[in-house]
């Protein structure tokens, strides 16, 4: 599948969201389209209707219906679901992923073992999500290694805490971690607590064990920032930034399980 056939796929499943949903969905379908070709990428020689997934933290967003739309052959989303749009649009906006096939486990990966469910995967994602936990992801990072397949593939994305963004605006007194309101107003504070860098994922990949490990750089919070003039900045230096990922607004982890338990990490 090329890419404008992807992205067609993409914005037809967006316009099956709420009406109040759908430009968001449509307005995140570039980072969705590459999410999935990274994992199609890594996923080597397997064809796609034999590829089993796991996503862990990816909410209602389009990367698992998107994922079994293509016709993987088991999809599972596993997150708490407590975000605010959750408690928004209800239970209701399940029956979109179930209808083309994505299993949903409602389960806080972080308190609760993931173990009985994370089995026998090519492929563990998280995206965007390990940013927002509360406590360690050690444990559930151990349990997703004894979930893979040998030779599996996991990959994490975070937003990286020293992007070229944020090195400046420290610098100038205003790289702020999070808003005032955010965290003092709500009850329970959902917003980051840490962002990784670089040398924070190879730390990660290192105590998993993972093999032939790789980091990606994109910029999609440039990409997708309210402000003209950031974005307009962003689409002149993103090719450029990815050469060196430690400037990327976010990093992606792209590690394997090793075949042997002699491999090791490069």
């Not at 996503?55 to 708490?80: E, H, P, Q």
């Not at 992801?137 to 944020?166: A, D, H, W, Y």
């Not at 504070?189 to 990606?216: N, Q, S, T, W």
Request: proline share 5%; glycine share 8%.
């Amino acid at each position: 599948m090329d890419e404008r056939e992807l992205a067609d796929t993409l914005v037809k499943l967006a316009h099956e969201y709420p009406t109040s949903m759908v430009n968001e969905q449509l307005r995140d379908i570039p980072r969705i389209a590459f999410n999935i070709r990274l994992v199609l990428g890594s996923a080597g020689p397997v064809p796609r209707n034999e590829l089993s997934i796991c996503d862990i933290g990816g909410g209602i967003g389009l990367f698992s219906l998107g994922c079994a739309t293509l016709g993987f052959k088991r999809v599972l989303l596993i997150d708490d679901f407590n975000d605010p749009v959750n408690q928004k649009v209800g239970d209701s906006i399940f029956s979109l992923h179930r209808k083309y096939g994505v299993s949903i486990v409602s389960r806080d990966v972080i308190s609760t073992r993931i173990c009985d469910s994370c089995r026998g995967f090519d492929v563990v994602t998280t995206f965007d999500s390990m940013e927002h936990w509360h406590h360690s992801p050690k444990k559930l990072f151990k349990e997703v290694m004894s979930g893979l397949k040998p030779g599996g593939t996991f990959i994490l994305s975070v937003p990286n805490c020293l992007n070229l963004k944020r090195r400046a605006t420290v610098l100038l007194g205003m790289g702020k971690w999070s808003s005032m309101k955010d965290w003092y107003e709500l009850e329970l504070f959902r917003g980051h607590v840490r962002e990784p860098d670089v040398d924070d994922l190879k730390y990660i990949a290192r105590d998993m064990g993972l093999c032939r490990v790789r980091i990606v750089g994109r910029n999609w919070m440039g990409h997708y920032s309210t402000k003209s003039y950031i974005r307009v900045a962003t689409r002149l230096v993103d090719l450029p930034l990815r050469l060196k990922p430690s400037f990327c607004s976010d990093l992606y982890l792209v590690g394997e399980k090793p075949i042997s338990p002699k491999t090791t990490f490069d």
